[in-house]
Nanobody, 114 residues
Framework: QVQLVESGGGLVQPGGSLRLSCAAS????????MGWYRQAPGKQRELVAS???????IYADSVKGRFTISRDNAKNTVYLHMNSLKPEDTAVYYC????????WGQGTQVIVSS
């Protein structure tokens, strides 16, 4: 069973930046496909970005050019660098292992507001 713990959320002004981190348990993190999802009140959970073991990435159209997903396999950690944040980015952000048996973190809140 893989455990995931997100951190780095908080309150930020529009146009600001945040970096989310996700620390994973396990000895084979390097082979996992990892992703970041988000869910706003009243909305379905949506994929924000994903990254394969080889570093191939996918981004939602709404965040392309603003967000960057990356991973450090030596630290068993995946990151989401968020720039030029907008109020519509406000949501709970979840880290997930999306290859094989899925695993989800508890989420970290991001609020973009002036």
């Amino acid at each position: 069973q893989v455990q995931l713990v997100e951190s780095g959320g908080g309150l930020v002004q529009p146009g600001g930046s945040l970096r989310l981190s996700c620390a994973a348990s396990g000895t084979i993190f390097r082979i996992y496909v990892m992703g970041w999802y988000r869910q706003a009140p009243g909305k379905q959970r949506e994929l924000v970005a994903s990254i394969t073991s080889g570093g191939a990435t996918i981004y939602a159209d709404s965040v392309k050019g603003r967000f960057t997903i990356s991973r450090d396999n030596a630290k068993n950690t995946v990151y989401l660098h968020m720039n030029s944040l907008k109020p519509e980015d406000t949501a709970v952000y979840y880290c997930a292992k999306i290859s094989g048996t899925e695993s989800w973190g508890q989420g970290t809140q991001v609020i973009v507001s002036s």
